[in-house]
């Protein structure tokens, strides 16, 4: 990563457009506040904002403000109505060079541009990693780092130097910015949060799972309690019940006329038998005359009817005769009343019949409808059945899709786990920690080599056992705390650890940088560490294209004899740089 140049085109108190091209080598930036009326005060002129508009365009954040979301009020040149701030880069040190342009106005939202230069024009970059910065504001995706580590790995800023006095709180702070912990807990907040959905999720899956099977029970039960109530059989014997009475019935016109003929015919022997019986008792009564008008012994006789003598021969023939008579009749009466009592025992049978038939023509409605009865509650039930059936298939289906889906919750909810701890202390944070450590010392150890030739020790131990011991552990030092050593050795401890987070950072960024900024370091040093540092200074100064250096001392700027100026003059409330 090189980055190539910065032109602002408003900016809080610079009204007046300038550009810096960033390989200057070492460049002082001085500044003077004509506002306050004493040329030599320098307090307020704009220096470090300089540094600050490079890093609201490049991560829309000023050291100031912290985190704060700045509006209009905070960014915005008051003549102009804008704030416009573009870095030009070149991602890989190749022939692209690209510009990201953070501008706003008073009104509207700020926005960010990513150009890329293309035969003398710029023109939008186009791909994901620029759409997802024009569309986030950030830049992170297009350059590799996040604003946090880039800051420290470029500025080393004198209001920061009280990191060592921040107690264990202010030091991880600082430090997991400076490692960009940011991604791994926006990452470990993201795996929380799709934890935290997915366990929602998992609840209403599980609440869907008790929802279908309680129906699909529901469902089970209904088509049991309907199957139970089954009548086939009853169904089956009903319809051959019929069947035979049908058959019967079939014969209810030939009873009918069988009963009337066989009835005709007994009134018929009855009425033959009466008159036969009339013909004997009209015999039985003349032969019992005769008898009587001719008792045994008479010889002779007068006729009571013609009063005329009659024979005994002749009385005897006539009975003889009446007797022949009354026997003829007799056997006659005999016949008929046989022929009678056949007929009525014939009839007796042929009403028996006729009696059955009927009861079975007048049961067959009622058998009928039993049985269309029957027929509707199975057509009825055989609809519940069906319908139950659909709702059973249905719920047992949602039931199992359900279930699919809680055993798949199961298994995003164990990823989410896993990452949510992956990239927390004791996953990828506790990894890198744990690889910054040795980083961290070496640099600790390498300048206090420079600062104090050896004689103040600074260990960090990034990854405590338990949480009363220090990150920071001092020896050599006056005392074995920091608030136990003197002023200068404070402020050594600090430029040290500054130092050594900054050596950090960089080394989190994972590529080469080629500038930085000195801002206000070199103020509360004494004049012996100001000459040590500045060793440090030239360190830099051999690796980096350019190098800014803000300080209100002025042995050391006389120590820089060979630094490009860079004056900020605030005049009227405005700001105006120019190279000097």
Known sequence: MKFLAMHVNGFVLFAEPFSIPLDRG???????????????????????????????????????????????????????????????FTPDDGPTILRARRHRKRTGSTKLDVLILQNGEWKPL???????????????????????????????????LTLAQSGYSGQMAALESALRFDMFTMAGDAANEDKKALAIEDSIARGEISRWAQMVHASRH????????????????????????????????????????????????????????????????????????????????????????????????????????QSDIAQTLSI??????????LAADVQERYSLVERVTRSLPEKRAALAAIQQRRERRLTVIQQEQVTLDDASQKEATATESVNELAHRIARATFWVKGYGGDGL?????????????????????????????????????????????????GAPTYKGCSNGERRKIDLMLALSLRACARWRLGQQINIAAWDEVFDPLDESSIRRALMILQQDQDEMDCIFVVTHSPHVKAMLPGAKVLRVTRQGGQSRVEWR
């Open 429 to 477: 944070k506790g990894e890198v920690l744990a690889a910054a450590a040795p980083v961290l010392n070496e640099a600790a150890l390498r300048y206090s080599d420079l600062l104090t030739d050896g004689q103040i020790r600074v260990e960090i131990n990034p990854i405590r056992a338990s949480r009363t011991e220090d990150i920071m552990t001092i020896s050599g030092a």
């Open 336 to 345: 008929a009343e046989g022929e009678s009592q056949e007929t009525a025992e």
């Open 126 to 160: 186009a791909g994901i990693a620029a759409d997802v910065a024009r569309a986030t504001g950030d830049l992170t995706t297009l350059l590799g780092f996040d604003y946090d580590t880039l800051r420290f790995a470029l500025w080393l800023q004198g209001t920061g």
């Open 222 to 325: 209904a088509i049991e309690s309907m199957e139970s109530l089954d009548e086939t059989e009853a169904e089956t014997e009903l319809r051959a019940e019929i069947v035979d009475l049908e058959k019967l019935a079939a014969v209810w016109p030939e009873v009918q006329s069988e009963r009337a003929e066989i009835n005709k015919k007994w009134i018929e022997a009855n009425a033959e038998t009466a008159r036969v019986q009339e013909r004997y008792q009209a015999a039985t009564d003349a032969l019992l005359a005769l008898n009587v008008f001719a008792p045994d012994g008479i010889v002779a006789a007068e006729c009571p009817t013609c009063l005329q003598p009659v024979s005994g021969e002749v009385l005897t023939g006539l009975i003889e005769a009446a007797q022949t008579r």
């Open 26 to 88: 070492l460049v002082f930036i001085e500044g003077v506040n004509l506002d306050f009326g004493d040329s030599t005060d320098s307090n307020g002129a704009g220096k470090s904002l300089i540094l600050e508009a490079f890093d609201w365009g490049i991560g829309g954040k000023m050291v100031r403000y912290g985190d704060k979301r700045l509006g209009a009020e905070d960014v915005c040149n008051a003549i102009t109505g804008t704030a416009d701030v573009a870095i030009d």
